[in-house]
């Protein structure tokens, strides 16, 4: 697959990139797909949720009534759960949700998410990005240039840009990571994957 690198002007360098058919046109594995999404969001739950048992109730332990003779069913004391305020039967309590994946699965899943991207027509290339300081204002601009300012975009660096990161970490659609910071989950949920140039060659070299 050959895309035509542009500037951040938006405008065509008449340079071209061979994108690896390997890592953007590969065969589709929709469950490798699944299980890293599925354990992504697996990671970034707490696990804090809890609800008090019956030992944990601050209630008396008294007996409320005699054993029999009332005409009803038999109760210990407050905390039982079946009254109002009691302890909760088999509540939730802290766990951790991570689980681990095969390397070789997740790099097939972000294959397959490169893919589908790549099909739709949802991956550009951007010649290497260089910002004199952080400014929001001049990523907003970026953006409008290429005309991904109403759009969700994950930008993809091949090498480490502060003042990249800074400028655009206030914008609620626009995220920038490092290549070896991708991920299954950012590649589906933005509309358009950006590859800065120098990014592609390392991208194809850690997937391949």
Known sequence: MELSVVNNKGKDTGRKVVLSDDIFATEINDHAIYLDVKQFLA?????????????????STKKLKKQKGTGGARAGS???PVFVGGGTIFGPRPRDYRFKLNKKLKTLARRSALTYKAKSNNISVLENLSF?????KVYIDLLKNLSLSDKKTLLVLGDTNKNVFLSSRNLKNAKV???????????????????????????????G
Not at 45 to 58: D, I, L, N, S, W
Not at 132 to 136: H, I, L, N
Not at 179 to 207: H, M, N, P, R, Y
């Open 132 to 136: 004199d300081k952080p400014k929001t």
């Open 43 to 59: 990671n970034q739950r707490q696990g804090t949720h809890k609800a008090k048992e019956r030992a944990e109730v601050a209630f």
């Open 78 to 80: 407050r905390k039982s």
């Open 177 to 207: 990571i490092t290549f070896d910071q991708l991920k299954t989950f950012d590649v589906l949920k933005a509309d358009k994957v950006v590859l800065a140039e120098g990014s592609v060659a390392k991208l194809e070299e850690l997937l």
